[in-house]
């Protein structure tokens, strides 16, 4: 299996880094820390934890939904990640996920969820240290 290699380069006199996937070099994601320590000037550690979850959530999610043929109009995850103050890091994430579809049921979403839980590198790799708790909206248009 093929390694993911992420290089990371300090581009300031603080803690601002550039962050490259080497699969996408030309696309650079900005990491930074909350003044004193940084400038602000970029995403936070725990913040792109977050986003990843929902981006890998999502993309089994409508993935799946896809595979059965389901027609999607639109799609929309709000992730909300709760901190843990002592040591700082991350205590759970709240996912709502909402989907719009004139051919998906609530039980078929809810159950598209769940598989996505089972099959979602992310979701995997923080399940034993982060709680995830998810709530759907299907829209019918």
């Known amino acids: 299996m093929v390694p993911i290699e992420i290089n990371l380069e300090l581009i300031n006199q603080k803690v601002k880094f550039a962050g490259v996937s080497k699969t996408n070099q030309e696309i650079p994601i900005t990491m930074d820390y909350i003044p004193p320590i940084g400038d602000g000037e970029g995403f ?3 913040e792109l934890l977050v986003m990843s979850l929902a981006g890998c959530a999502s993309t089994a999610i409508v993935a799946l939904l896809r595979r059965r043929g389901k027609h999607i109009s639109a799609y929309r995850i709000n992730a909300t990640g709760i901190k843990r103050e002592n040591p700082l890091s ?10 719009t579809s004139t ?6 979403l809810n159950h598209i969820v769940k598989t996505a839980e089972e099959i979602s590198p992310v979701w995997i ?5 982060v709680g995830v708790e998810w709530q759907t909206k299907l829209r019918h248009c």
Request: glycine share 4%; with cysteine.
């Open 44 to 46: 936070l550690g725990l």
């Open 90 to 99: 991350l205590e759970k994430v709240k996912l709502e996920i909402c989907v």
């Open 103 to 108: 051919d998906t049921t609530e039980e078929e």
């Open 125 to 129: 790799a923080i399940q034993n240290n």
